[in-house]
């Protein structure tokens, strides 16, 4: 997920409780809102919106197109 968070999101490694409620203790002892959150994670409203179903679908097809070998 990091490549596509690129900064907009805390990461911590799959299935490390401790590194989540480190963040977690982190975020809340700030007292941090979720929209500010949002804007100091590097615009990451403007990040979650180049993910839209059109373009997931886009990407898709084009993989599904390369697999079998068509052309588009």
């Known amino acids: 997920m990091a490549e596509m968070a690129q900064g907009a999101a805390y990461l911590v490694p799959p299935g490390d409780d401790a590194a989540l409620a480190d963040v977690l ?9 979720a929209n500010d959150l949002v804007r100091r ?5 403007e ?6 179903w059109s373009a997931s679908v886009d ?3 084009r993989a599904f197109h ?3 070998g068509a052309s588009q």
């Not at 994670?41 to 409203?45: F, H, I, Q, V």
Request: charged share 10%; aromatic share 4%.
């Open 25 to 33: 203790g982190s975020v809340l002892a700030q007292g941090t809102s």
């Open 41 to 45: 994670r590097e615009n990451g409203l």
């Open 47 to 52: 990040r979650a919106a180049q993910f839209t």
């Open 59 to 61: 990407v898709h097809v």
């Open 66 to 68: 390369l697999a079998v």
